[in-house]
């Protein structure tokens, strides 16, 4: 057989590309009409009749000659114009039936697995955008996710919710749904379990999210989305930032907000937010607590309960140790506080440090030392969120943290030693037995050798206690009731030795005392120290009587108004400076002592005794209360918070008159402590500040006891 060479204008007439165009043109144009009416079409779409099968067939199979039929069909649909108004509903609505057109469309060009799911991705690309072109987008939806939310009838918004899902517009439905979400999650808990510390709310939280929310939530969004857990997580991040807001409030009720602690420390566990609790807290405590408004006592009250309510949250201690440096920082800053520090550990009966006391009756934690960790078969090393200098002992010992507010535990030695030296002063019956205890209790936990000084006051006064008795004993004379403490001067702090005139039975009692003293101890002598001591007296005034326990020079001054002479009642300062011998400046704090307490009365510069209420009333006090210990007590009580501004004034303006300083007061207090005491109660503080030594007056002006 022969085969014949190939024809070239044979072949061409049958395969020339002008005769095979022409029909792909023509299935184009076919489906492309067809995809147009279907789009149009009100109802459902039928099967396309023969005709658009064929063509559809013949563009498949020959797509490589001309355009592609996922093209052709992204091409008409891009152009297809989506009626709709601005309606939300009605955009749903819209997008949902042209979904269903284009699902039945596809399926009846029988593309392969890449090109519908091209074209899905092209199509939801058009249909995303006409749902977010609706102007009143977030509000609508908002509106439907909370009605479905409060459990109303929500049909309507369920098939939008659906139509949106459709188009794969379901990870903004559940974005914008945890937002909703998180925000009634947190008001709910801020209206519901807001400021209430007292009880646990996690369990009613958990049942109100299973029983009540979640039914709900998973009506909007697909369940596998967002799964229990992960809103049980939600809950833990809403609670624990609302507590963070009420940090301070719940440290400061400490008393009643244990399960609360517990909880938040449960919260902690789960969400990261540690940090953020450090620096908000310490934020509120900057702007609450660590400020000139606040007095010492509060502050240290304060930071006793931080250290109490943070060891719950981490009894590692290192979110303690975080918080509670500001604070120490601060009460470094403060005058007062080893003073306070101290009388607070000594006294029991400390209004708002009484727990010190307590506190220093408990044995101090064991100090960890590294032989110690090699040792522990359970060790393990501090957190690494911990700062580099933390120490866990120094900070969850209550004791041991406020030691360390210092550099050196020799200012609070010193300061013991002090105060305890004039309480061993004040004993009128030489039982100690209560302070020796108490100095037991400060060697354990500053050392045996720190307080040898108070082991020789103790020993003074005990043996003050056999000499007095001897004295009495061999001379009957000397009244019973005049008693001495015979000290070590080396030893003993340095007391002030004032000088004025006793009376004279007093000073003549004083003297056989003292030659006793020579004839029970020939090889020692003693020099009395006339401001030092306590004298009780009982004065009438207005037909009562009122007991005093006051200091010599007190009741030196007072004796002279007592006087049978009725001329005598009444003195000028100077005069009565000069009969007692006394400085001008010690009589003034002993005169407005016995003003303050309602005894003695000013009239320029003549002093006199209170005999009837209307002299009382005219020339004393505008304050009707004022003779009520208990009165002046709260008043001194209100007024320390002024303290700190008092204490600035002075030292910049140097002494200063009692008319300028509460104009002062008036203008520098912040509104947030506003100052609203009057001039006598400033007045009278002042004085009180003056018995405590803070302050000494010059004529009219007060200035800092240096």
Not at 331 to 347: E, Q, S
Request: charged share 25%; aromatic share 8%; net charge negative.
């Amino acid at each position: 057989m022969s085969l014949r060479p190939l024809d070239r204008s044979a072949f061409l007439s049958v395969f020339q590309s002008e005769n095979v165009l022409p029909d792909l043109q023509q299935d184009w144009e076919l489906v492309k009409e067809w995809i147009n009416q279907s789009l149009e079409c009100q109802g459902s779409i039928k099967d396309p009749p023969l005709r658009i099968r064929t063509s559809l067939r013949s563009l498949n199979n020959q797509h490589s000659s001309g355009p592609h039929l996922r093209e052709l069909f992204l091409r008409v649909f891009r152009r297809y114009p989506i009626v709709v108004d601005g309606s939300l509903y009605n955009r749903l609505r819209a997008v949902k039936a042209v979904k269903r057109k284009v699902v039945e469309i596809v399926r009846c060009m029988n593309l392969d697995e890449n090109d519908r799911s091209a074209v899905e991705r092209a199509t939801n690309a058009v249909l995303q955008r006409t749902i977010r072109e609706c102007p009143t987008l977030e509000k609508d939806l908002e509106s439907m996710i909370l009605i479905v939310l409060n459990g109303q009838d929500s049909y309507e918004e369920e098939r939008a919710f659906k139509a949106m899902k459709l188009i794969h517009m379901g990870d903004y439905l559940g974005e914008l749904t945890v937002q909703l979400i998180r925000a009634k999650l947190a008001s709910y808990i801020n209206i519901t379990y807001g400021g209430k510390w007292n009880h646990y709310v996690l369990p009613e939280l958990r049942s109100w999210l299973y029983e009540w929310l979640l039914p709900r939530i998973y009506r909007i969004i697909d369940p596998n989305s967002f799964r229990a857990d992960s809103w049980i997580q939600v809950i833990y991040d809403e609670l624990i930032t609302i507590r963070i807001n009420e940090s301070f409030d719940i440290v400061e009720n400490f008393d009643i907000a244990e399960p609360c602690l517990e909880e938040m420390k449960n919260c902690l566990t789960h969400t990261h937010v540690r940090e953020h609790l450090v620096s908000y807290f310490t934020k509120l405590c900057q702007e609450r607590l660590l400020h000139a408004g606040i007095n010492t006592s509060t502050i240290i009250s304060f930071y006793l309960l931080v250290i109490k309510a943070f060891l719950k949250l981490d009894p590692r201690g290192v979110l303690l140790d975080k918080v509670c440096r500001p604070i120490k920082h601060y009460l470094r800053d403060r005058d007062d506080t080893v003073k306070r520090i101290v009388k607070a550990l000594l006294d029991e009966n400390s209004n708002e440090l009484g727990q010190l006391s307590k506190e220093l009756s408990k044995p101090p934690l064991a100090e960890t030392h590294f032989i110690h960790d090699l040792r522990d078969l359970h060790w393990v090393p501090d957190p690494s969120e911990a700062l580099p200098d933390f120490k866990k002992n120094k900070i969850s010992d209550i004791i041991e943290s406020l030691i360390s507010i210092f550099d050196s535990k020799h200012v609070f030695v010193n300061e013991f030693v002090s105060i305890i030296s004039l309480q061993l002063l004040d004993l009128t019956s030489y039982d100690f037995a209560d302070i020796s205890h108490k100095i037991d209790l400060l060697k354990v936990r500053f050392g045996e050798n720190e307080f040898n000084s108070l082991n020789v006051m103790i020993k003074d006064v005990n043996d003050s206690k056999i000499i007095d008795r001897k004295i009495h004993k061999n001379c009957p004379t000397i009244p019973e009731n005049l008693h001495s403490s015979i000290i070590s001067h080396l030893f003993w702090p340095q007391l002030e030795k004032d000088r004025f005139l006793l009376p004279l039975e007093v000073s003549n009692s004083m003297e056989n005392y003292v030659k006793e003293f020579s004839t029970v101890k020939p090889e020692r002598s003693i020099e009395p120290i006339h401001s030092q001591g306590r004298v009780t007296l009982s004065i009438d005034v207005n037909d009562q009587t009122r007991s005093f326990t006051v200091t010599p020079d007190k009741a030196a001054v007072i004796l002279k108004f007592s006087a049978d002479d009725s001329s005598r009642i009444s003195w000028e300062i100077e005069k009565l400076s000069e009969e007692l011998q006394m400085d001008i400046a010690l009589l003034q704090k002993n005169l407005q002592f016995w003003r303050q307490k309602n005894i003695l009365q000013q009239s320029g510069s003549v002093w006199s005794s209170v005999t009837s209420m209307e002299e009382q009333e005219s020339g004393v006090s505008e304050d009707t209360n004022a003779h009520d210990h208990n009165d002046q007590e709260e008043l001194a009580e209100t007024m320390q918070k002024y303290w700190p501004f008092i204490v600035g004034m002075l030292t910049n303006l140097g002494p200063t008159a009692l008319s300028q300083m509460h104009s002062f007061l008036k203008m520098l207090v912040p509104q947030e402590t506003p100052y609203n005491a009057t001039e006598k109660q400033l007045e009278l503080y002042l004085h009180s500040c003056i018995e405590e030594e803070k302050l000494e007056v010059n004529g009219d002006k007060y200035k800092l006891k240096k």
